[in-house]
């Protein structure tokens, strides 16, 4: 007689209150991420500099506006909070904080100095931290199989990639390649659990499937963080990174009628991490003297970044003017 093992069922977090969670600071990624294609895009293909600046100046306003409101939630809605981190899913998400202000280090660098490298190494250490503890959490066992989904990444990474691209921009090239081999054997550690759960178990939650957006920036971003370490014409290694990102945009693009059975939520921001660093990469290789197909890939994935994050952005404000934005992610 076999004992059939309990199945994992999503449930959502109850709460009456405007339940900020950690899952919003996906905003600032994309929107990092897409300033800093019209950065780049500014400089190789003479592009206003100013639309660069200003998506920079959003992404900004909102993370301090979402710091402060999440940071409220531990002072004023502890049960909420304690709740989102002992979840299995939500829990990984709060690696988006620390990840969110590195990322905001970088946008404000060119403005002032001191406070981004502050925030550089509030970044680098909360990400670090968070990591190493969730990481030691997931060692000790306990998770069913069902709760393993691409946003395990967040854990260790999304912070290890993105540490390493931060770490580089400051000049600490030492701790860029440190952080760079974190994010790097944490993905391989991790790429084959979670590709053993979407190949074995039952399909994900319509709920969670916007969280398969996450799976295309491991190589996406780990190729915009190599680059970061290194100088010159863009290596065989960036090229493979890069090519295996491509694979799973592309994936994702034939998977786009399944993962719309989930109606339009915030959620959905996990896939521009993904798509911005996706489009920076060959930018930065065509930035760095590649010619060819590189370029019309270049021009191709920049537009497609814009549409996608953009059309994600407009998604939000309708969210936001309709008074759905806050209750949707008590269920992201």
Not at 134 to 140: A, H, K, L, T
Not at 196 to 224: D, F, H, M, N, S
Request: charged letters at 10%; aromatic letters at 12%.
């Amino acid at each position: 007689m076999s004992i059939r093992k309990p199945r994992l069922k999503f449930t959502p977090l109850k709460t009456n209150r405007i339940n900020v969670s950690a899952s919003f600071f996906g905003m600032i990624l994309g929107l990092i991420g897409l300033g800093n294609c019209w950065r780049v895009a500014s400089k190789i293909w003479h592009l206003p500099t100013w639309i660069g600046e200003a998506i920079m100046l959003l992404a900004v306003v909102v993370w301090f506006t979402l710091l402060l409101l999440y940071l409220s939630k531990w002072l004023w809605a502890r049960t909420e909070a304690l709740a989102e981190f002992k979840h299995p899913v939500l829990c990984c998400f709060i690696g988006l904080v620390p990840v969110s202000t590195l990322l905001v280090s970088l946008a404000i660098a060119p403005y002032s100095h001191g406070i981004a490298v502050a925030l550089f190494r509030v970044g680098a250490i909360g990400q670090l931290s968070f990591g190493v503890y969730r990481s030691g959490q997931f060692w000790m066992g306990g998770r069913t199989p069902e709760s393993t989904t691409p946003v395990l990444y967040l854990t260790a990474v999304a912070g290890g990639f993105v540490g390493s691209i931060a770490a580089s921009a400051f000049g600490y090239r030492e701790w860029g390649a440190l952080f760079f081999g974190m994010g790097l054997f944490s993905w391989f550690a991790l790429e084959s659990i979670i590709m053993q759960r979407l190949y074995l178990l039952e399909a994900l939650p319509k709920p969670l499937r916007p969280t398969l957006g996450i799976q295309l920036a491991p190589p996406a971003v780990g190729c915009v963080a190599y680059l970061s370490l290194t100088s010159g014409q863009p290596d065989i290694f960036a090229q493979i990174l890069f090519g295996y990102g491509l694979m799973q945009a592309l994936i994702l693009l034939r998977l786009l009628p399944w993962l719309g059975q989930q109606p339009f939520e915030a959620s959905y921001w996990a896939f521009t991490l993904g798509v911005a660093a996706l489009a920076l990469a060959p930018l930065r290789f065509v930035e760095r003297g590649m010619t060819g197909t590189i370029e019309g890939l270049a021009v191709l994935l920049f537009i497609g970044a814009n549409i996608v994050i953009g059309s994600i952005a407009l998604g939000t404000v309708r969210l936001v003017l309709r008074g759905k934005l806050f209750p949707a992610l008590a269920h992201v």
